[in-house]
Nanobody, 121 residues
Framework: QVQLVESGGGLVQPGGSLRLSCAAS????????MGWYRQAPGKERQLVAT???????NYADSVKVRFTISRDNAKNTVFLQMNSLKPEDTAVYYC???????????????WGKGTPVTVSS
């Protein structure tokens, strides 16, 4: 069984920073892309950033320059460094991984349960 567990969310003032982490564990053969998505109250889940196994990154326009995604392949972990946070960044942040589980011959997407981020003074 595969699990993704996020950590690092919380309450922060506008202009502040947070660092999210997501660790994948279980019977994993290979992890391809990893990423972060977010869902604000009353809105659809949206892409924040993704990173390939080789380190190629992709960002939503709204977070470019302010957020940085990175990963540690040896530890099956992905990070999201969030700087210059704005109230509109308030959302539940979800980790996603496109991975192949042990004993399976195809990749599928797995999701974490989410970690809340609130940006407010």
């Amino acid at each position: 069984q595969v699990q993704l567990v996020e950590s690092g969310g919380g309450l922060v003032q506008p202009g502040g920073s947070l660092r999210l982490s997501c660790a994948a564990s279980g019977s994993i053969f290979k992890i391809n892309d990893m990423g972060w998505y977010r869902q604000a109250p009353g809105k659809e889940r949206q892409l924040v950033a993704t990173i390939s196994r080789g380190g190629r990154t992709n960002y939503a326009d709204s977070v470019k320059v302010r957020f940085t995604i990175s990963r540690d392949n040896a530890k099956n972990t992905v990070f999201l460094q969030m700087n210059s946070l704005k109230p509109e960044d308030t959302a539940v942040y979800y980790c996603n991984a496109d991975l192949v589980a042990q004993g399976v011959y195809f990749a599928r997407h797995y999701w974490g349960k989410g970690t809340p981020v609130t940006v407010s003074s």
